[in-house]
Nanobody, 126 residues
Framework: QVHLVESGGGSVQAGGSQRLSCTASGPAVNRNCLGWFRQPPGKGREGVAVITSDGLTTYTDSVKGRFTISQDNAKNTLYLQMNSLKPEDTAMYYC????????????????????WGRGTQVTVSK
């Protein structure tokens, strides 16, 4: 069983920055693909970024150039650095973990097949 705990959410003004963290534990085979999803108010969950255990990253188009996903394998910690934040980035942000194939396959943005954290709220005001 994989256990994920997010932190770092809060309120920020548009144009500002915020960094989310996620500590992960459990079988490594289920943590070779790590990522972030988000759920804006009144909308469904959407994939934001994923990273493989060897550092390959993929981003959804709406955050490219603004968000950076990274990991510290020694600390079993995943990060999401968010810059140039916009009000439309307001959402509950979730850390996810899954087997390696999730990062490489067309299902990377499919919420099924991942372990999930409980989420951390990010609110961006105008």
């Amino acid at each position: 069983q994989v256990h994920l705990v997010e932190s770092g959410g809060g309120s920020v003004q548009a144009g500002g920055s915020q960094r989310l963290s996620c500590t992960a534990s459990g079988p490594a085979v289920n943590r070779n693909c790590l990522g972030w999803f988000r759920q804006p108010p009144g909308k469904g969950r959407e994939g934001v970024a994923v990273i493989t255990s060897d550092g390959l990253t993929t981003y959804t188009d709406s955050v490219k150039g603004r968000f950076t996903i990274s990991q510290d394998n020694a600390k079993n910690t995943l990060y999401l650095q968010m810059n140039s934040l916009k009000p439309e980035d307001t959402a509950m942000y979730y850390c996810v973990a899954g087997p390696m194939f999730k990062c490489y396959s067309g299902s990377r943005w499919d919420s099924i097949g991942y372990y999930w954290g409980r989420g951390t709220q990010v609110t961006v005001s105008k």
